[in-house]
């Protein structure tokens, strides 16, 4: 629950939001513990961030995205406009279950998902390729270029882009981006990923992808910000290299099991490095 004392300790993290950085700080609204859930934008706003990525929801009714719901969409649409508070990305979570690499179903379910997202008057579909769903070899890698070329068509259409969060190296990200063709797919960078999952270092990745070819970040570690194997400040920096401007959103982890205090902490941490 979202208790008035909470409320009014985030109010000094909003403050430390003002900031003149093109760089806007949001938040999963799982991360929030409201996956897919209206609320979530109210929570996103009362803790400070600028932004929130909507989760599509992975457990399907009569064939459908929970978030095909109009009744659903309308409630999100209407609490962003309210609160002024924009919906910086959507997250089509069930791609854990189906594969784009090996699996038509994919293709659909993010069909929908690209429909749902420009219902939703969010500009970023961001879409994931993690466990069974990772891209291992070079041949899972070529797998997707087809299937990305159709979900582009349909993104461009829709003025959507889609977010690739992998698991795979910044020059394998570039040589499927350059043969499927099209500036409706991009990077969907994770600094904690590159660092804890993958082994490599973000910001030199940052430098390679470069501004164009990258959409939206999600900044975590294994435990609070600036506590652990993550460099945060060079990531910054990569990112102010290239000039890239845009939404870093929080997918951070509650080591004290308080969701609150410890977005707080988190967003503070960060928007401290923020140019002011």
């Known amino acids: 629950m979202w208790t008035r004392r909470a409320l009014l300790a985030a109010l000094p993290a909003a403050a430390l939001g003002a900031s003149k950085s093109k760089l806007k700080i949001g938040v999963m609204d799982g991360i929030l513990g409201l996956g897919s859930n209206p609320a979530s934008v109210q929570a996103a706003h009362d803790l400070g ?5 909507v989760t599509l929801g992975r457990q399907s009714t009569s064939g ?59 500009p970023i579909l961001m879409m994931v390729f993690f466990g069974d769903c990772a891209l291992n070899t070079r041949a899972e890698m070529d797998a997707v270029i087809g299937p990305f070329k159709e979900l582009a068509r349909a993104a461009e259409k829709a003025k959507i882009t889609l977010g690739f969060e992998n ?13 499927v063709g099209s500036p409706a797919l991009k990077i969907f960078y994770d600094i904690g990923n590159a660092t804890n999952l993958y082994n490599v270092d973000p910001a030199a990745e940052i430098r390679a992808l470069g501004k164009q070819r990258i959409c939206q970040f999600h900044f975590k570690d294994k435990g609070f910000l600036g506590e652990g194997k993550v460099d945060v400040q060079a990531a910054l920096t990569a990112i102010h290299d290239i000039q890239w401007q845009g939404s870093i959103v929080l997918e951070t982890s509650s080591p004290s099991k308080n969701r609150q205090a410890d977005l707080q902490r988190n967003r503070q941490y960060l928007s401290a490095l923020l140019p002011r």
């Open 64 to 122: 459908r995205l929970p978030l095909s719901n109009p009744e659903t969409q309308a409630r999100f649409v209407s609490e962003s406009r309210r609160l002024k508070l924009p919906l910086v990305s959507t997250y089509i979570d069930i791609l854990h279950i189906h594969c784009l690499k090996n699996d038509r179903e994919a293709i659909r379910w993010t069909s929908e998902a690209i429909q749902i997202t420009r219902n939703l008057q969010a």
């Open 167 to 179: 698991t795979i190296k910044a020059e394998d990200d570039l040589r499927i981006l350059d043969a």
């Open 49 to 53: 961030f600028g932004g929130l990525q």
